[in-house]
């Protein structure tokens, strides 16, 4: 009986704790959806579209790097946002417009990847009208955020920020790698 009781006890706790580690996960994807959603609804009905009632950011964009699958763009770059998805940077400028778009995202999450992109690779940013917007990557290179201000220019380009470097086992850190892409005229595209 002693022993049932105990096997019963311990399969319990497993189980809590097997779904405790799920619980973060299982958000996470939910808000994913969520956030897919809510751009759907947003190029539908044009007005910025909040993923959940409570939510500090929304859409604004949607970013296609070659080889990866498409991320949406979120409003701002505060943590909170970051953690659902890459940031559009506020004065930075929307997509097409003529003023550099920033968008940052966390160095293992949303741009794990960044460090593969090359010179020549085709970066494509969808804007709130469902208009595709293709930038050829320029320039790749590290910075001291503490020392330096990021390149925002009065034309149309795109700049990818995140962390470095990307195997460093503590966050933060001053630096920044920075990816530069010119926007390609003729760059608009009606689908991708």
């Not at 897919?36 to 993923?51: C, I, R």
């Not at 494509?124 to 330096?148: C, F, N």
């Not at 201000?149 to 009065?154: D, G, I, M, T």
Request: contains cysteine.
């Amino acid at each position: 009986m002693v022993r049932s009781l105990f096997s019963l006890l311990c399969l319990g706790a497993g189980l809590w704790l097997l779904g405790s580690a799920s619980w973060p996960l299982a958000k996470a994807e939910l808000a994913q959806v969520l956030i897919n959603s809510a751009w759907e609804e947003q190029l539908q009905g044009g007005a910025p579209q909040k993923p959940w009632p409570w939510a500090d950011t929304w859409p604004v964009a949607k970013l296609k790097l070659e080889g990866q699958s498409p991320l949406i763009v979120l409003a701002g770059s505060s943590g909170q946002a970051l953690a659902f998805g890459p940031g559009l940077l506020s004065g930075s400028g929307s997509p097409g417009e003529n003023r550099t778009t920033v968008i940052a995202a966390h160095r293992d999450t949303h741009f794990a990847g960044l460090d593969r992109v090359r010179r020549g690779t085709s970066i494509y940013l969808q804007d709130k009208y469902g208009r595709w917007h293709t930038y050829r990557v320029s320039e790749m290179r590290i910075v001291d955020s503490e020392s330096e201000r990021l390149p925002v220019f009065a034309e149309r380009g795109l700049l990818l920020v995140t962390c470095y470097p990307f195997n460093a086992l503590a966050a933060g850190g001053p630096l920044r790698y920075l990816v530069y892409a010119e926007y390609q005229s003729g760059g608009e595209l009606v689908r991708l």
